[in-house]
């Protein structure tokens, strides 16, 4: 049965890597070759005071050959960003599979409700949580720690996010058979607890350099989106393959829902 699984997360993550990685060639790469080109303007407004004149002759020579390269380079761009986009999507899909498998009896929910469950607690595991500190970087950004310390950091705040998503589920199993609103409360507090502490006690590493602030938070907020959509698309897609595995189990459900009291 875990093959199964697998198979059925490693199809779901093929699919949704398919669409983020379009999304990644559509949208990401000229946006990140556009936020690429205003920090290179910015640094070389500062430094290229006496050379004017120089550099217009020596862009004149390279135009033809830049834009032939820039083109071989857009397209070459947009193929890795694609087949990166569909392993990551498989990866994550194996992974996924991994977790609904042994923790499906945990998740509060029915059906496929379990899966989007899963999928929020996975997204706030591995993005939301290591995002509050080291938010993701853009063309130009200052790192203030070396890599190393900086991975450290991120794992951490995995490790961190994973167990604040835990306490949110075990919470709202705990509270939601007696009141709704109380288990949503149980949900949104340690996650709120977490955003708060985070702000307080670990500000940004991550400066935005010379990057205007509205370029930036766009940019991070797509970030954030295509991610959270890649999580949902994994989530809606796995939950489908399975109700269509097992049809005659949702069926046996759906009548147990019905007749009970």
Not at 105 to 112: F, V
Not at 122 to 145: H, R
Not at 223 to 242: D, E, I, K, N, R
Request: charged fraction near 10%; glycine fraction near 12%.
């Amino acid at each position: 049965m875990l093959v199964d699984y697998l198979e059925r997360g490693v199809l779901a993550g093929a699919i949704a890597g398919i669409a983020y990685g379009a999304y990644m060639a559509l949208v990401a790469n000229p946006l990140i070759g556009y936020m690429e080109t205003v920090a290179d303007s910015a640094e070389s407004s500062e430094h290229a005071h006496g050379a004017g004149e120089h550099a217009h002759e020596a862009g004149e020579h390279a135009h033809a050959a830049g834009e032939h390269a820039h083109a071989v380079s857009e397209a070459t761009t947009a193929a890795v960003s694609v087949g990166s986009g569909v392993l990551w999507g498989i990866l994550l899909g194996g992974v996924f599979a991994l977790a609904f498998y042994f923790l499906e009896p945990a998740l509060p929910g029915r059906g496929r409700v379990k899966t989007y469950v899963l999928a929020g607690a996975g997204f706030l595991t591995v993005s939301v949580a290591p995002w509050l500190v080291l938010p993701p970087t853009t063309p130009g950004a200052e790192q203030a720690f070396d890599p190393t310390l900086r991975i450290g950091i991120y794992v951490g705040m995995m490790a961190i996010g994973g167990l604040v998503a835990a306490a949110s589920i075990y919470g709202y199993g705990r509270v939601s058979a007696r009141s709704r609103p109380l288990g949503i409360a149980a949900v949104a507090i340690p996650i709120i607890t977490l955003v708060a502490v985070t702000a307080i006690a670990a500000p940004t590493i991550v400066e935005p350099g010379t990057m205007p602030v509205d370029l930036v938070t766009a940019f991070r907020g797509l970030t954030a989106l295509s991610q959270a959509a890649l999580w949902a698309l994994v989530a809606g897609c796995f939950g489908w393959l399975q109700s269509r595995a097992s049809p005659r189990s949702a069926a046996d459900q759906r009548d147990e829902l019905l007749t009970s009291p």
